[in-house]
């Protein structure tokens, strides 16, 4: 986890510089006179973030890896990188049938997508399952609370 | 007292019932089903209410809070997997007992307990909030952003196992709280000239990236521990261990009531989440027994006490929220969103200006804690074999309902990349300890924590020391520095400590916090 705590305070504060001196001066106009600056507060809050992450880098680099056992494991798993690359182009692949078919078209590739994203492989459940669903939800929507959601 | 006849008399309409019940149920079963908890309930339903009269939407909601803490427990019982960390406590006698084939005994105090926990609690959030309120509103800009500032310091404090980790978070909350046209100069912030950021990041999307998403591929990552766990579920139960014997109600009594005072204490008070009430009651039940040795091998006290704490949380979570309109806990948070949706904005003013939508959701609370009997007594059996199904045929339904929540919002597919960027960014978070319940609370209380502050340097002329003038806002400050002092020099002196499972509840981390006490061992 030290490991960990000293990449992600070094990505933090390289985070925060970047919206300090390029991305806040970039997106945010100077105030009139006579008004605070509409850049106080996003720069105050991103000058606790980097001074906190160089802290947190900092503390954790020092206390090295000798006398913590845990030190290198790594606080993400295979699996979960694996599942959020999976949901991930699970999600990409719906949004594309939403642009380019229909959103009822991506509600059901989200489902079906995600089930065989995760090992299921019947085909009647592939089958059922985004129908279900998606006769739920219009009898939810469009039946008893009558509103159109698309 | 008249406004609240007139809440019942609302909420008794059998249509707004239905919702309260259906927002009970739905609430029991994601919160039976480990890693669905009562935020991720309340953050996907939102959207779902915005055609609901408000009585109803809220009552809908407030069914799945109550609903989902007492659900809880059911999985924490059968499956030894609570459903939130603050059913961890419950799992460690309920699931001995389970093993002894008194399941459906466990199953009932716990219900029991949770129900009675729950309604004193609203009866206290009921008798508080609105005398607090009372103050509240005599408090100014600069005091009250000292306040806020305080409140999210202890928060970030306490939250997760670092406390720079979650002051971090905090600080990022209220960064991203800062997108959009800002309210004085109507200067866009950092909208990357999309039209879309203009009115700022939605809550809604966002809450359901972090909380539901999120927690989604964490346990689509972790799919395999979680199915042994539901196949391995204990059963069979014989009928003379199917109800709660007179001489033990007499034992958990007692436990109940000092459960449910904890529990609306540790509420009360901002950022320690219902994980640290069930955590201190169980601990304070054993050290009151004469048998502490016997606790873990299936005292059913120790259901009460967890499960009475657990639930009382809930209710008097929101006394600072009615009374200061500072969410002090997660599920409080995102039910901001849903009270301004339908015109009730919390804080002090809401009991002058809303006073019959106020006393609509204190009946409903009321009603969803009978609903929550009804429900949990005549349901238990068949929520029992709901949480048996696979998660790999949850996950889907889940995301698919994510969509459609964030969607709906603004009925624009901006709303899903919103939820999608956040669902990463919660994702990141859990993992590495970052507190995304801070986040969230930063994120809310930033609007109101940047008005101040603005106001406070106008009013205080861009001269620190005219702060002279306003003590309560001075003891503020001082209480800040204080509580970081305090707590950072405490977990300094006790190190991190790798967690050891019982159960998979550490997948699911909505509540962040760990009394030291217990340490992690116990999630």
Redesign the interface.
């Known amino acids: 986890?030290r490991r960990?705590?000293v990449i992600?305070g070094v990505v933090?504060v390289l985070f925060g510089l970047v919206?300090v001196f390029a991305?806040?001066p970039w997106?945010?106009?100077p105030?009139?006179e006579g008004?605070?600056s509409?850049?106080?507060?996003?720069t105050l809050?991103?000058g606790?973030?980097i001074a906190?992450?160089a802290?947190?880098a900092f503390?954790n680099r020092r206390a090295g890896v000798a006398d913590d056992p845990?030190a290198e494991?790594n606080?993400?798993?295979r699996?979960?990188?694996?599942?959020?690359v999976?949901?991930?182009a699970?999600?990409t692949i719906?949004?594309g049938f939403?642009?380019a078919v229909s959103p009822p078209a991506a509600?059901a590739a989200?489902?079906?997508g995600?089930?065989l994203?995760?090992?299921?492989r019947r085909p009647l459940?592939l089958v059922l399952?985004p129908t279900a669903?998606l006769l739920v939800?219009w009898a939810?929507f469009y039946k008893i609370?009558?509103?159109a959601?698309l | 007292m008249e406004h609240l006849i007139v809440g019942f008399r609302d909420v008794l309409d059998p249509l707004t019932l239905m919702w309260v019940t259906v927002g009970v149920t739905l609430g029991y079963v994601l919160g039976a089903l480990p890693g669905l908890g009562k935020a991720t309930g309340v953050a996907v339903s939102i959207p779902l209410t915005f055609y609901l009269q408000p009585v109803a939407a809220l009552g809908l909601l407030i069914g799945i809070a109550k609903g989902s803490a007492a659900g809880s427990a059911v999985s924490a019982i059968l499956l030894n997997t609570p459903g939130e960390p603050s059913s961890a406590p419950t799992a460690l006698d309920g699931y001995p007992l389970a093993r002894q084939g008194k399941a459906q005994k466990a199953l009932k105090m716990g219900l029991y307990a949770s129900v009675i926990g729950d309604f004193v609690s609203t009866l206290i959030l009921i008798l508080l909030a609105a005398p607090l309120a009372r103050y509240a509103l005599l408090i100014g800009p600069v005091e009250l952003c000292a306040i806020l500032f305080y409140s999210l310091a202890f928060i970030g404090s306490l939250s997760g196992a670092s406390m720079i980790k979650g002051l971090i978070a905090g600080a990022l909350g209220v960064f991203f709280a800062t997108v959009g046209l800002e309210t004085e100069t109507f200067i866009p912030r950092m909208t990357f000239g999309l039209l879309e950021l203009n009115d700022g990041i939605s809550l809604v999307p966002l809450a359901i990236g972090m909380l539901a998403v999120a927690e989604m591929v964490v346990q689509a990552g972790n799919l395999k521990t979680l199915d042994r766990e539901t196949r391995a579920m204990a059963d069979g139960t014989s009928r003379e261990d199917r109800t709660v014997l007179a001489s033990e109600w007499r034992r958990c009594l007692p436990v109940i009531a000092r459960g449910t005072l904890i529990g609306s204490v540790v509420g009360i008070l901002p950022g320690l989440g219902a994980s640290v009430g069930s955590f201190l009651s169980y601990g304070a039940t054993r050290r009151a027994s004469k048998t502490p040795e016997k606790f873990g091998t299936g005292m059913i006290e120790g259901i009460a006490a967890a499960e009475s704490a657990d639930n009382a949380v809930v209710p008097s979570s929101l006394v600072p929220l009615f009374a200061l309109g500072i969410p002090g806990s997660v599920i409080a948070a995102i039910l901001i969103a849903a009270f301004v949706l339908h015109g009730l904005t919390p804080g002090p003013l809401m009991f002058k200006q809303q006073p019959r939508l106020v006393a609509d959701v204190y009946a409903a609370m009321l009603c969803a804690s009978f609903i929550l009997l009804a429900v949990g007594y005549f349901g238990q059996s068949v929520f029992a074999r709901i949480i048996q199904v696979p998660l790999r045929l949850i996950i889907p339904g889940v995301l698919l309902l994510c969509c459609i929540g964030a969607y709906m919002e603004t009925s624009s597919v901006f709303s899903i990349y919103v939820m999608l960027a956040f669902a990463l960014i919660g994702f990141f978070a859990r993992k590495l300890d970052f507190s995304f319940v801070t986040f969230l609370i930063g994120f809310v209380i930033g609007p109101n924590l940047e008005l101040s502050f603005r106001q406070s340097i106008q009013i205080l002329d861009h001269q620190i020391l005219n702060l002279r003038s306003h003590p309560i806002a001075i003891a503020f400050i001082v209480l800040t520095a204080v509580t970081i002092w305090l707590i950072g020099r405490g977990r300094t002196r006790k190190p991190y400590r790798t967690p050891e499972r019982a159960g998979t509840a550490s997948i699911s981390a909505e509540a962040e916090y760990q009394p030291p006490s217990t340490g992690r061992n116990n999630r």
């Open positions: 986890m960990a705590n992600s933090l919206t991305i806040i997106q945010i106009d105030a009139p008004f605070v509409p850049r106080l507060l996003p809050m991103m606790v973030v906190l992450s802290l947190l503390n845990d494991r606080p993400i798993s699996s979960e990188i694996m599942a959020l999976k949901i991930g699970v999600f719906a949004l939403y642009l509600g989200l489902i079906v995600a089930l994203a995760l090992g299921e459940v399952m669903f939800l939810v609370l009558g509103t959601i």
